[in-house]
């Protein structure tokens, strides 16, 4: 039987502040709930190491919302521990754990954090910022948590897994989620995660699959063999990262060997110098930046960025500086005697390296990155592309570019051309050789000051740093083809990728000497290099 409309009229507001009271007591008593209190904060403050472990589990699992800000105190060591309770320190003042002030007393000691009992808290805030409204932090929480995955925190990525909106974070959540449960009791659980990593592309679980594999890890048969496919299917798929690092790594080093190889290409292979202060050349423009970097510290700060864009005119024409007077003063008089030539320059090496001892000390500098050039480009999981060589590799490119320019169709390019080919008939029509001669001397040395420049990105700046990179630029020109820019750009490259396979397979020794070897075997079937001139160029 229906209700009197006046009646229906007084119970509605009746039932709807009863609703709202009701939810609000919920709401209450859930936040209540989840508060930390003195007994909990104690608990991951002090004590064993393994006992704050297990007692932080459960707090995760609650999704406490003032975990987080505790676990950023205990870290940064404003907490203190003194008659069974915790208190919080701010500046001056202290509280306890609800926030109300306190008077904090003078025996409190603060908790002493480990670096395992440290990994777990910052462990514990990347798991607790996967529910942060900003998605930002939760993509950065599952990059941080990727190595750091255990079943502790399971309950709170599957609260994650089930809130999380964006598809492809939700795909990532759940490989943690899957990491975390191939430990689990439940043998349905267990197949279901390993089935789940197979489309995992990450290191971290190569480690945990090869982990579940020992002896002592998963005892079911039906679970072990799942897991050794899913093993084999990660496997394949870190192969290509690793794959494509060598390479990537072969062809920086490659780079470097053609910076430091153009301007020998010059002075050796076009000129037919001996240069064996080459090395010393290239660490003088590595100086250069030093000396540029360290003006820009004192003086342009705010401008600091930028001191690399300066760096690389003055380490060019400081290099070709001191090798135009190298061979003004001593090689001019040496031309067609190679062996006093080798010995000179050698001796001048020595000189080079004493000088720059005495001037800068013995020790190695380093030289900063500019901001533009930290970090790199993550491509897989395991292949991360430094933008430092990256760099690298494009400003060889443009060196290269613009060394080829300069000798085929600038004046001075024809000009070497000239006298390298015919020295007699260059003179005969008027070149003035000497100078021609001093140009070319100077432009090989300024490539081997940006070659140092360069360098200067990647390792410390030190006297002996020319000695590391001579041999192997002579045996890239002479592999090359004595006089061929082109062979020089192959023979680095190819040079630099071989060494770097070589390397992954038998160690950086035995990688040099096999290189080495092959050297001998293709300068004894080809005398000449790779690319050897061909024509009028090669009788003359």
């Known amino acids: 039987m229906p209700l009197p409309p006046e009646r229906s009229d007084r119970s509605g507001p009746l039932r709807a502040f009863s609703s709202a009271l009701l939810a609000l007591w919920l709401?209450?008593?859930?936040?209540?709930?989840?508060?930390?209190?003195?007994?909990?904060?104690?608990?991951?403050?002090?004590?064993?190491?393994?006992?704050?472990?297990?007692?932080?589990a459960p707090l995760l699992a609650s999704g406490d919302p003032q975990l987080p800000a505790f676990l950023k105190e205990l870290l940064e060591g404003n907490v203190r521990v003194a008659a069974g309770k915790v208190y919080l320190l701010k500046g001056e003042a202290a509280s306890d754990v609800s926030g109300a002030a306190a008077k904090m007393p003078e025996d409190a000691e603060e908790p002493v954090?480990?670096?395992?009992?440290?990994?777990?808290?910052?462990?514990?805030?990347?798991?607790?910022?996967?529910?942060?409204p900003d998605l930002a932090v939760r993509k950065k929480a599952v990059a941080d948590l990727k190595n750091q995955i255990d079943e502790?925190?399971?309950?709170?990525?599957?609260?994650?897994?089930?809130?999380?909106?964006?598809?492809?974070?939700?795909?990532?959540?759940?490989?943690?989620r899957a990491a975390a449960l191939i430990g689990s009791s439940d043998k349905a659980k267990r197949l279901s995660a390993a089935r789940m990593l197979a489309d995992s592309n990450n290191a971290a679980t190569r480690s945990l699959l090869l982990e579940r594999l020992k002896k002592d890890g998963e005892q079911d048969p039906e679970v072990r063999e799942v897991l050794k496919q899913t093993l084999s299917a990660v496997q394949g798929r870190l192969a290509w990262g690793e794959r494509l690092a060598v390479v990537f790594t072969g062809a920086s080093l490659?780079?470097?060997?053609?910076?430091?190889?153009?301007?020998?290409?010059?002075?050796?292979?076009?000129?037919?110098?001996?240069?064996?202060?080459?090395?010393?050349l290239m660490m003088i423009g590595a100086y250069a930046t030093y000396v540029v970097q360290n003006l820009f510290k004192s003086h342009l700060p705010g401008a600091f960025d930028y001191y690399?864009?300066?760096?690389?005119?003055?380490?060019?024409?400081?290099?070709?500086?001191?090798?135009?007077?190298?061979?003004?003063?001593?090689?001019?008089?040496?031309?067609?005697?190679?062996?006093?030539?080798?010995?000179?320059?050698?001796?001048?090496?020595?000189?080079?390296?004493?000088?720059?001892?005495?001037?800068?000390?013995?020790?190695?500098?380093?030289?900063?990155?500019?901001?533009?050039?930290?970090?790199?480009?993550?491509?897989?999981?395991?292949?991360?592309?430094?933008?430092?060589?990256?760099?690298?590799?494009?400003?060889?490119?443009l060196v290269l570019a613009g060394l080829a320019l300069l000798v085929s169709r600038t004046r001075l390019g024809l000009f070497v051309r000239g006298v390298t080919q015919n020295r007699t008939m260059a003179a005969c029509v008027g070149v003035h050789t000497a100078r021609v001669d001093t140009y070319a001397f100077a432009l090989g040395a300024g490539i081997a000051g940006l070659a140092g420049c360069a360098l200067t990105q990647i390792g410390n700046v030190g006297p002996d740093l020319g000695q590391s990179y001579i041999?192997?630029?002579?045996?890239?020109?002479?592999?090359?083809?004595?006089?061929?820019?082109?062979?020089?750009?192959?023979?680095?490259?190819?040079?630099?990728?071989?060494?770097?396979?070589l390397e992954g397979?038998?160690?950086a020794v035995l990688a040099k000497i096999m290189v080495l070897v092959l050297i001998v075997m293709v300068i004894q079937k080809r005398p000449q290099g790779l690319f050897a001139l061909k024509g009028r160029s090669a009788e003359a």
Not at 113 to 132: F, G, H, K, V, Y
Not at 475 to 486: E, P
């Open 27 to 56: 709401l209450l008593s859930g936040s209540l709930a989840h508060a930390l209190n003195n007994e909990q904060a104690l608990a991951i403050s002090a004590g064993e190491g393994d006992d704050r472990i297990a007692a932080l």
């Open 113 to 132: 954090n480990n670096n395992r009992m440290r990994q777990e808290l910052e462990s514990a805030l990347a798991a607790l910022a996967l529910i942060s």
């Open 152 to 176: 502790n925190k399971l309950p709170l990525l599957e609260k994650a897994y089930e809130k999380e909106a964006d598809a492809s974070l939700k795909a990532e959540i759940g490989q943690l």
């Open 254 to 280: 490659g780079s470097i060997l053609l910076l430091v190889a153009l301007g020998l290409a010059i002075t050796y292979g076009l000129m037919g110098v001996i240069n064996m202060a080459h090395g010393e």
């Open 308 to 397: 690399l864009l300066l760096a690389i005119p003055v380490s060019f024409l400081v290099a070709a500086l001191v090798g135009a007077v190298l061979e003004r003063s001593v090689i001019r008089f040496l031309y067609g005697r190679p062996l006093e030539t080798l010995l000179a320059t050698w001796g001048i090496s020595l000189v080079l390296m004493q000088a720059v001892r005495t001037i800068f000390g013995a020790q190695n500098v380093q030289v900063e990155n500019p901001a533009w050039l930290s970090g790199g480009i993550t491509v897989l999981s395991n292949l991360t592309l430094p933008y430092n060589r990256i760099a690298i590799i494009v400003f060889a490119l």
């Open 471 to 501: 041999v192997d630029a002579f045996m890239v020109v002479v592999l090359g083809g004595v006089g061929q820019l082109a062979g020089t750009v192959y023979a680095a490259l190819g040079l630099g990728i071989i060494n770097k396979l």
């Open 505 to 507: 397979w038998q160690g």
